[in-house]
């Protein structure tokens, strides 16, 4: 495969879509083809798997079907929209990918990781980013950013960012678990500062793929 796979990873409100933009522009500026995709999503079956997870049924996933849902739409993404454009030579970058799985259904929920690891494998048929942007935000500023979003856009906070506290400090302590056990693929960076900032560290990391 020719294009390299770059997947944004972190907390809610860690400033994945903004940040994902940006790159898209930096990396066209420098005369990349970019492809931008998110999970779940990214193919009609996946978007509808997505607006399954964050429905407030009467009859809520349980935990191995959320597992199953986010695998099952990444299968999808992976074989018709990433691979293929990876094959092209196109740069893909994607909001959220795998590690979501061992962060939120594995550190949050409590599912095995090793069980969850062998399942992905099997939806992505091996598929490993070239590159994973950890957006590090504290939980305090996380929730902050949500309300203030919540408040711009009239809109509630979904099944899965209403989890508590607990589940969300897991769930960034997991994140930055893997990354520390995978430095070679993660760049951790503190999106916590100023959006300038955040975007220069990315760019700076990411020139070193180019
Ligand atoms: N999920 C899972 O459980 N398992 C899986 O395997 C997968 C996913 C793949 C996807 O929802 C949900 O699915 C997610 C995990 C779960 N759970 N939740 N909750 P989503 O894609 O809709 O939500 P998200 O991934 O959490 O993204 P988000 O909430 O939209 O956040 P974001 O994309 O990281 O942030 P943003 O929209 O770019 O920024 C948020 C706000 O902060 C916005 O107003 C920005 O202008 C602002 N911002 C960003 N950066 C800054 C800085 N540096 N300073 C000031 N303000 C900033």
């Not at 798997?49 to 959320?66: N, W």
Request: hydrophobic letters at 40%; proline letters at 4%.
């Amino acid at each position: 495969m020719t294009g390299k796979f770059i997947t944004f990873e972190g907390p809610e409100g860690g400033g994945k879509s903004t940040h994902i933009k940006l790159l898209a522009d930096f990396l066209r500026s420098k005369g990349k083809e970019v492809l931008v995709t998110r999970e779940p999503g990214g193919t009609r079956l996946a978007e509808l798997i997505r607006s399954l997870v964050r429905e407030e049924l009467e009859d809520p996933p349980v935990t191995q079907s959320e597992v199953l849902l986010f695998l099952a739409a990444r299968a999808q993404v992976v074989s018709n929209v990433i691979r293929p454009a990876l094959e092209k030579g196109v740069w893909v970058l994607c909001d959220r990918f795998s590690d979501s799985t061992f962060a939120y259904q594995g550190y949050g929920r409590g599912v095995e990781v090793d069980l969850l690891r062998r399942l992905n494998d099997f939806a992505t048929q091996g598929l490993v980013p070239d590159m994973t942007v950890l957006l590090d935000v504290p939980p305090e500023v996380s929730r902050s950013r949500l309300l203030a979003r919540q408040a711009d856009t009239n809109s509630t906070a979904d099944r899965i960012e209403q989890a508590g506290e607990d589940f969300h400090r897991r769930l960034r302590e997991g994140f930055l678990a893997m990354a520390k056990d995978e430095p070679q693929r993660f760049t951790v960076v503190d999106s916590s500062k100023e959006l300038e900032d955040v975007s220069k560290n990315i760019e700076e990391a990411v020139l070193k793929l180019l």
